[in-house]
């Protein structure tokens, strides 16, 4: 039997007693171990969310290039409100902008939002590496062409 903490039975409640006890000054008392992993997921969350956020955009940006006969509002909608989430990440948590700079990361977003624009177009002819610059995915007023 293995022994349960407080943090196993009802996570919510010990990060409030957490909280209580930082406030209170009364680090003896502290679940550090939990704490510290809290803390570092609290960073995977947010890159989570930019990871998310990119992968639409890109799967957006795809079917724009791939699907010119079917551009629209909607698809310019989400490629503009994903970009600005991109940014507004960007601001609050510079640091994530490193991310932009490491090759597995892009390929692993890429992938992924080659994976979803397959499942939405019936297409799979998408290049296997991004083909476009950080700079194009990101500014607001470039949409790629038809690659034909």
Same mark, same amino acid.
């Not at 943090?7 to 171990?33: C, I, K, M, P, T």
């Not at 892009?106 to 991004?130: H, I, K, L, M, N």
């Given at each position: 039997?293995?022994?349960?903490?407080?943090?196993?039975?009802?996570?919510?409640?010990?990060?409030? %007693? &957490?909280?209580? =006890?930082?406030?209170?000054?009364?680090?003896?008392?502290?679940? !550090?171990?939990?704490? *510290?992993?809290?803390? $570092?997921?609290?960073?995977?969350? %947010? &890159?989570?969310? =930019?990871?998310?956020?990119?992968?639409?955009?890109?799967?957006? !940006?795809?079917?724009? *290039?791939?699907?010119? $006969?079917?551009?629209?509002?909607?698809?310019?909608?989400?490629?503009?409100?994903?970009?600005?989430?991109?940014?507004?990440?960007?601001?609050?948590?510079?640091?994530?902008?490193?991310?932009?700079?490491?090759?597995?990361?892009?390929?692993?977003?890429?992938?992924?939002?080659?994976?979803?624009?397959?499942?939405?177009?019936?297409?799979?002819?998408?290049?296997?590496?991004?083909?476009?610059?950080?700079?194009?995915?990101?500014?607001?007023?470039?949409?790629?062409?038809?690659?034909?």
């Amino acid at each position: 039997m293995t022994n349960r903490t407080r943090y196993d039975v009802d996570v919510v409640n010990w990060s409030r %007693e &957490q909280a209580q =006890l930082l406030r209170a000054g009364h680090f003896n008392q502290l679940d !550090l171990e939990h704490l *510290a992993d809290e803390i $570092e997921d609290v960073g995977k969350s %947010e &890159q989570r969310e =930019l990871a998310n956020r990119m992968v639409i955009l890109l799967a957006h !940006l795809i079917k724009w *290039a791939y699907q010119p $006969e079917r551009r629209g509002a909607s698809w310019d909608i989400t490629i503009r409100n994903q970009r600005k989430g991109i940014l507004r990440r960007f601001n609050k948590t510079p640091s994530l902008k490193v991310d932009l700079g490491e090759t597995e990361w892009w390929e692993d977003v890429w992938g992924d939002a080659t994976v979803q624009a397959a499942q939405e177009t019936g297409r799979s002819d998408f290049p296997e590496q991004c083909p476009w610059s950080v700079e194009q995915v990101l500014n607001n007023d470039w949409r790629p062409p038809s690659p034909w």
